[in-house]
């Protein structure tokens, strides 16, 4: 499939609830079959409340990106940089929070596509680095990743409802 038809848009508070539902859509697709129901409707209450996403749309250190097809939704991309940052808060370094993509549209190239929306955001702000979280059972994504040469260099402990799961940290140094 040709990626000429997909474009990517800036994500405005105005688009919240476009938000909160394919977010909610996409992380249920991604891990409603290996966790707890319990759990995974505590994680999408919390983390996509209006007031959480309100805060986040809001927060100059934080940025959303949409991917559409034909002007429908169809993937997202939140980066942080700066306190925003989840785990190192590193002024020189730009953390890729979440990359997700409808499952119609795995192996469309519109992950691709949000990654590279992400490392154009870095170069254009002067980061050195680029890191992330990545589920340790999420084969799939760490495999992305691993081919636009990220390196694991830490884990840290992700909170699914009441269970820890363990993230691994993985990097990509930015040409200079």
Known sequence: MCTMSYTIRNVRVEDLV???TIGRQTFTETFAAVNSAENLAQYLEQSF???KLNAELTNTASAFYFAEDDGH???????????AQ???????ALEIERIYVLRQYHGKEV???LYEKAIEVA???GKTYVWLGVWEENKRAIQFYTKNGFVAFDKHIF???DEEQTDIM???ALNS
Do not use: F, P
């Not at 169809?74 to 940089?81: D, H, R, T, W």
């Not at 989840?86 to 020189?92: C, P």
């Open 111 to 113: 992950g691709q596509l």
């Open 159 to 161: 909170k699914l409802g």
């Open 170 to 172: 993985m990097r990509l």
């Open 123 to 125: 170069g254009q702000m």
């Open 73 to 83: 939704v169809i993937g997202y991309l939140k980066l942080n940089v700066g306190k």
């Open 18 to 20: 476009l938000l909160q």
């Open 86 to 92: 989840t785990e190192l808060k590193d002024e020189h």
């Open 49 to 51: 409340s209006n007031v």
